[in-house]
């Protein structure tokens, strides 16, 4: 019986480094398919983008684009890749060797598109200082929000992924107030506590999983992001489908009922991405029969 990769239900590590891929221009995408299953994952996470199971085949079902949501009143732009990577560690260097003894393994048929380090900052905060992942399922509910069940034997096990990569106005968002810092969140920053009195466009009764019908619930391991010229959150969300994060996103960008989620008034993301993780077996190497090969 497969099982979820080990990494997908892992706490947020001490830092990352994400891996975007793309299909290497007139060279078939099928050689990779050996690769793959020979490959243990370990505690990293593997993702398939529609690009790459196209070039193979077909399937899984559930697997899409990244939406464009209709009415929304904020772009959601769209880089698919191919296969996305996320190596997990707690020292650079290891995941710089990590790294590239997977492209040296994926480069006959992929080329790298993006390398994205990312890290934990304090206990888990956003790069404002307000707490992330708040009211994340746990345990059976977290399995139950990320992991695909009572589907088939091939897909069972495995899950969607969405990420986005978020960059942040840090200079305009510390030019505001406290208190209007906690209006964009609806959270204090000093004890993360949620307060009544906030806006309808606080984040909190924008993206507020609970609130949806059904309920949305992802399983959120987002991380920040700097550079030398600018700075962010990795969005990375968990989930048995996209539907879920479809129904927050479609809330957030205004398509609802016109309200803005005030995260917008210091971030945009820039870029935004499906992929499908798909299960492992009892050795820790992908299970890839829900693929239907061409």
């Given at each position: ?60 079902p ?23 990577l ?23 048929t ?11 900052y ?10 992330d ?67 309808e466009?606080?984040h ?22 700097a ?68």
């Open positions: 019986m497969s099982v979820v990769q080990p990494g997908v239900l892992s706490p947020v590590p001490a830092m990352a480094c994400a891996i975007r891929f793309v299909c290497r221009p007139g060279v078939s995408a099928h050689p990779l398919l050996d690769v793959l299953r020979e490959t243990s994952v370990g505690d990293d996470v593997v993702g398939l983008g529609r690009t790459l199971v196209g070039a193979l085949g077909a399937g899984p559930g697997l899409r684009d990244f939406p464009q949501v209709e009415n929304a009143r904020v772009g959601l732009p769209a880089k698919p890749g191919a296969l996305w996320l190596l997990r560690g707690v020292d650079r260097g290891e995941l710089l060797h990590r790294r590239r003894a997977w492209v040296a393994r994926l480069s006959p992929l080329d790298v598109d993006e390398v994205l380090e990312t890290f934990m304090a206990d888990g905060r956003d790069l404002t200082g307000y707490v992942g708040t009211e994340n399922p746990t345990d059976g509910d977290a399995v139950a929000a990320a992991v695909v069940s009572g589907v088939s034997d091939q897909l069972d096990g495995s899950t969607f992924v969405a990420v986005q990569r978020w960059q942040h106005d840090l200079d305009g968002f510390e030019r505001r107030s406290p208190a209007q810092r906690d209006d964009i969140f609806g959270r204090r920053a000093a004890d993360n506590e949620e307060f009544d009195s906030a806006p466009s606080a909190v009764k924008r993206a507020a999983q609970e609130s949806f019908e059904p309920e949305a619930f992802m399983v959120r391991r987002s991380m920040p992001w550079d030398t010229d600018a700075a962010g959150l990795l969005f990375i969300a968990y989930g048995s489908s996209f539907d879920a994060f479809e129904a927050v996103l479609s809330r957030m960008v205004g398509a609802e009922d016109g309200v803005v989620d005030g995260l917008f008034q210091f971030t945009r993301p820039v870029d935004g991405a499906y992929y499908w993780c798909p299960p492992v077996d009892a050795s820790g190497k992908l299970d890839l029969r829900a693929l239907k090969t061409k």
